[in-house]
């Protein structure tokens, strides 16, 4: 996989919602009504990842989840990223009945 020139990850980024750039990274963060409903969003999260083997860094505070990612290998941001990214995004319109408030 190919590290994405400045101006791909802007024109990558563009349709994401919410999503944001930060140094190598592309994160997203997600709040719920509850803990418990941002833990099942980590497990569908979970399962996204592994059906794309790749995986998120994941850090939950409470009702509040955030999601980082990169592709360490390329040192930076490669298309498999926001592809991650866009599976998420349908992931969580599939297997959540409410989405969280963004």
């Known amino acids: 996989m ?3 020139s400045e ?5 990558a ?10 140094g190598d990274y592309i ?8 803990f418990l ?3 099942r969003f980590v497990d569908a999260v979970a399962l ?11 850090h939950v ?9 990169t592709t360490h290998d390329e040192g930076g941001l490669t298309k498999w990223d926001f592809g991650l990214a866009r599976a998420i995004e349908k992931g969580l319109a ?3 009945k409410k989405k969280p408030a963004r």
Not at 13 to 21: F, V
Not at 61 to 69: A, D, E, G, H, M
């Open 48 to 58: 996204v990842a592994e059906a794309q083997e790749h995986h998120p860094d994941i």
């Open 37 to 39: 409903a941002g833990i």
């Open 27 to 34: 994160t997203k963060e997600f709040r719920f009504q509850t």
């Open 94 to 96: 599939k297997n959540t």
């Open 61 to 69: 505070v409470w009702t509040t989840v955030t999601l980082k990612i």
């Open 7 to 11: 101006a791909q990850v802007k024109r």
């Open 13 to 22: 980024l563009k349709p994401l919602t919410g999503w944001r750039r930060e």
């Open 2 to 4: 190919t590290k994405l």
